[in-house]
């Protein structure tokens, strides 16, 4: 038996297009003989999944689930490539088990991929296989990721789809007293809104500030202003900066008159941290050409 190394797992998933798991799996069952161990994909249905694995997947559902004693909480983004299949019973009831088993790794998108599947069958990763072999769309566990705190974890969705599940969804930690489920869930609410870009200046992505910084500059510049004019200037403009993209430094939404730092610090509470998922955020959904796919579909025929 050949020896199953990562190279010939690489070289298997390139020519179908099957998961790493799964190539890993067939390389296993069939010796390392990666003919062998292509028909093994194909006979178990893997390699109409493998088709379909190119297909653009920006649609979808985002999931939050936060255990019973509320101090942990998972939220996971599992796309389709349609609105449709986002309303799908099977798919929902999948997202919620693999949200469950982000409540029961370290959370992230390996860990819950490879973690047992809800229906008994094989991991995570093999039930989405069979989802888009049964679906027909193409799927991808994009992200996942699990806070937890010494006090409260809440969750929030905006404009649910069902229970626990739609396009926007956040997870808030706190520490403190008084009511941690209720606080947590305003400031969730707020993020929704927001889309802040972290919880702190601290915690803002150096890159981003660098950024900033610089097309206030250029922009400064273009005032014909001296350079000590223009360093006071950039200080000003950094805070009003701040203000709109870090949480504690932004005007509450439900009270603009304090930012988000002050509402938790008067009502005795510590924000730990935040997660903040919008579907598809990011992706580059390719327009359908229905003249091409038309021909395509024809073509040889």
Not at 151 to 172: C, R
Not at 201 to 227: F, M, N, W, Y
């Amino acid at each position: 038996m050949a020896e199953i190394t990562a190279a010939l797992v690489k070289a298997l998933r390139e020519k179908t297009g099957a998961g790493m798991m799964d190539a890993k799996k067939a390389l296993v069952e069939n010796g390392g003989d990666e003919a062998a161990a292509i028909d093994w994909l194909r006979a178990k249905g893997l390699s109409k999944a493998a088709k379909k694995s190119g297909r653009t997947a920006a649609d979808g559902l985002v999931s939050v689930q936060v255990s019973e004693d509320g101090k942990t909480g998972a939220i996971v983004e599992l796309n389709a490539e349609t609105d449709f299949v986002a309303r799908n019973d099977k798919f929902q009831s999948a997202l919620a088990g693999i949200t469950k088993a982000a409540l029961e790794t370290d959370g992230s998108v390996e860990a819950v991929a490879a973690a047992p599947s809800p229906d008994g069958e094989g991991s995570v990763d093999d039930l989405i296989k069979r989802l888009i072999a049964t679906i027909g769309e193409n799927m991808t566990l994009r992200r996942s990721a699990k806070l937890t705190a010494e006090g409260k974890v809440a969750s929030y969705i905006h404009n649910a789809e069902t229970a626990g599940m739609g396009k926007v969804g956040v997870l808030v930690a706190l520490d403190g007293s008084g009511d941690l489920e209720d606080l947590g869930r305003k400031v969730a609410m707020h993020i929704a809104a927001t889309s802040p870009a972290a919880a702190t200046t601290d915690e803002l992505d150096p890159a981003l500030i660098e950024s900033e910084k610089h097309v206030l500059t250029e922009q400064a510049r273009e005032s014909g202003k001296p350079d000590n004019v223009i360093e006071k200037m950039i200080v000003g403009r950094m805070q009003k900066f701040y203000k709109e993209v870090v949480l504690v430094e932004q005007p509450f939404v439900m009270n603009p008159d304090q930012t988000v730092g002050k509402f938790l610090e008067e009502n005795g509470a510590t924000l730990k941290g935040f997660v903040h998922f919008k579907l598809g955020e990011g992706i580059e959904k390719e327009a359908d050409n229905f003249a091409d796919e038309v021909a395509s579909m024809t073509k040889g025929s």
